[in-house]
């Protein structure tokens, strides 16, 4: 077909794959490597003497170019790079790779798309709030005039309400009660392909480091420390902690672990019976590492339907690789109970014998700071987990908003 375009007077042939039911070639989520997709411009080019392009996760200038180099493609195709960050041209051109706000391949901007019908709103994008709303929010207005302004919380609603402050001339400081930034984005980079994630904190980082962000580090601070700095404005954005069920009988049991233990290798579970409970991303992406590990893995969802809020590209894309390691799903059946042996079940399976427990029930939100920082500082906001506990599309637009707002 190549053969036959070119000769009836095409200029050039941009190779990519995948039809309708099989999206995820189409769109690939995390999994897929960078450049992936680099074989096939390489196998239409070595056919016909009209320029080729190819396409397929590139982020990076130096892998873009080490495509070229090897002769696979004449062009770079590049399309959720540039929804991210809008400025990579410019950046690459002024040798500023470091500062480039990458793609993490999460699949907001997928997900968004197919919600525009119903909701009305443009496109969305986890690591870049401004896109789909550059009209509104074209540039950053420098009217913080050196004031003082306080975050709370180094996680992705955090990080990016510093970013918008800083870039407002607000006299940012950050507080993280850990010794690293990125909150839960820390875990959410342990998981199979889902090491692009640290991109993102990498981003802040280099930010944070010319805006001039001042970043204090293992420092849980208190709101009587934060009235003391006399700031302009306060962002809470503490995030939240794993749901616990405490009224589950042996729910805080020795063989009951939460699934931040698992991915960051805190526990180290291997060929036992493990029962996952909840199936939301953060559940299936555990159980596949638990399988991965030798584990005989049930995933248990009280919900009739598996992962509810999950967008179907990166749900196909993790059960495939679920369903060849063999996991077990009971959809439908509520925890009620837990033992050194066994789970005790609500629904057509009323018991399962396992080893281990793996909690995957979300998180809850924590703000305490909020309320005592509101009543002495009015301009004080909440986002992100401590708000309402979402994805990070979710944490980063709540507290790029919040920002603007001030």
Same mark, same amino acid.
């Given at each position: 077909? *190549?053969?036959?375009?070119?000769?009836?007077?095409?200029?050039?042939?941009?190779?990519?794959?995948?039809?309708?039911?099989?999206?995820?070639?189409?769109?690939?989520?995390?999994?897929?490597?960078?450049?992936?997709?680099?074989?096939?411009?390489?196998?239409?080019?070595?056919?016909?003497?009209?320029?080729?392009?190819?396409?397929?996760?590139?982020?990076?200038?130096?892998? %873009?170019?080490?495509?070229?180099?090897?002769?696979? =493609?004449?062009?770079?195709?590049?399309?959720?790079?540039?929804?991210?960050? /809008?400025?990579?041209?410019?950046?690459?051109?002024?040798?500023? &790779?470091?500062?480039?706000?990458?793609?993490?391949?999460?699949?907001? *901007?997928? &997900?968004?798309?197919?919600? *525009?019908?119903?909701?009305?709103?443009?496109?969305? *994008?986890?690591?870049? /709030? =401004?896109?789909?709303? $550059?009209?509104?929010? /074209?540039?950053?207005?420098?009217?913080?005039?050196?004031?003082?302004?306080?975050?709370?919380?180094?996680?992705?609603?955090?990080?990016? %309400? %510093?970013?918008?402050?800083?870039?407002?001339?607000?006299?940012?400081?950050?507080?993280?009660?850990?010794?690293?930034?990125?909150?839960?984005?820390?875990?959410?980079?342990?998981?199979?392909?889902?090491?692009?994630?640290?991109?993102?904190?990498?981003?802040?980082?280099?930010?944070?480091?010319?805006?001039?962000? +001042?970043?204090?580090?293992?420092?849980?601070?208190?709101?009587?420390?934060?009235?003391?700095?006399?700031?302009?404005?306060?962002?809470?954005?503490?995030?939240?902690?794993?749901?616990?069920?405490?009224?589950?009988?042996?729910?805080?049991?020795?063989?009951?672990?939460?699934?931040? $233990?698992?991915?960051?290798?805190?526990?180290?579970?291997?060929?036992?019976?493990?029962?996952?409970?909840?199936?939301?991303?953060?559940?299936? &992406?555990?159980?596949?590492?638990?399988?991965?590990?030798?584990?005989?893995?049930?995933?248990?969802?009280?919900?009739?339907?598996?992962?509810?809020?999950?967008?179907?590209?990166?749900?196909?894309?993790?059960? $495939?690789?679920?369903?060849?390691?063999?996991?077990?799903?009971?959809?439908?059946?509520?925890?009620?109970?837990?033992? +050194?042996?066994?789970?005790?079940?609500?629904?057509?399976?009323?018991?399962?014998?396992?080893?281990?427990?793996?909690?995957?029930?979300?998180?809850?939100?924590?703000?305490?700071?909020?309320?005592?920082?509101?009543?002495?500082?009015?301009?004080?906001?909440?986002?992100?987990?401590?708000?309402?506990?979402?994805?990070?599309? =979710?944490?980063?637009?709540?507290?790029?908003?919040?920002?603007?707002?001030?």
């Amino acid at each position: 077909i *190549c053969k036959l375009l070119e000769i009836a007077g095409a200029d050039a042939l941009d190779v990519t794959c995948g039809i309708y039911d099989t999206m995820k070639y189409i769109n690939e989520p995390f999994s897929f490597k960078e450049g992936w997709r680099a074989y096939m411009a390489g196998a239409v080019k070595n056919e016909v003497n009209i320029p080729v392009a190819g396409n397929g996760k590139i982020r990076h200038a130096e892998f %873009a170019e080490s495509l070229l180099q090897l002769g696979n =493609q004449d062009f770079i195709g590049m399309a959720r790079t540039h929804l991210a960050d /809008p400025e990579w041209c410019n950046k690459m051109r002024t040798g500023r &790779e470091d500062q480039v706000r990458h793609c993490i391949s999460c699949m907001r *901007c997928s &997900e968004s798309r197919a919600e *525009c019908g119903a909701t009305g709103l443009p496109i969305s *994008c986890s690591v870049n /709030p =401004q896109m789909g709303r $550059e009209l509104k929010y /074209p540039y950053f207005n420098t009217d913080g005039h050196n004031k003082t302004a306080v975050v709370i919380g180094g996680g992705p609603s955090g990080m990016e %309400a %510093a970013r918008v402050l800083a870039n407002r001339r607000f006299k940012t400081i950050i507080f993280e009660k850990e010794y690293e930034l990125g909150g839960q984005l820390r875990y959410a980079r342990f998981p199979y392909g889902n090491q692009r994630i640290y991109w993102l904190i990498d981003y802040y980082k280099k930010q944070f480091e010319i805006l001039g962000v +001042d970043v204090r580090l293992g420092h849980e601070v208190s709101a009587e420390e934060v009235i003391a700095l006399n700031p302009h404005a306060v962002i809470v954005a503490t995030g939240g902690v794993p749901s616990v069920p405490g009224a589950i009988p042996g729910a805080h049991g020795k063989n009951v672990h939460l699934t931040t $233990e698992v991915i960051s290798g805190k526990v180290d579970i291997k060929n036992k019976k493990v029962a996952v409970v909840g199936s939301g991303i953060t559940g299936l &992406e555990v159980a596949e590492m638990l399988a991965d590990n030798g584990n005989d893995v049930s995933v248990v969802e009280m919900a009739s339907k598996l992962t509810p809020d999950g967008f179907y590209l990166i749900v196909e894309d993790i059960m $495939e690789r679920l369903d060849e390691y063999g996991v077990k799903f009971y959809p439908g059946h509520k925890l009620v109970g837990i033992t +050194d042996s066994s789970i005790k079940l609500e629904g057509q399976i009323k018991e399962l014998k396992i080893d281990d427990v793996v909690l995957a029930l979300g998180i809850r939100r924590r703000n305490e700071l909020y309320p005592e920082i509101k009543k002495v500082i009015p301009s004080t906001f909440c986002t992100g987990d401590a708000a309402t506990p979402g994805k990070i599309y =979710q944490a980063t637009s709540s507290a790029f908003f919040a920002a603007q707002s001030i």
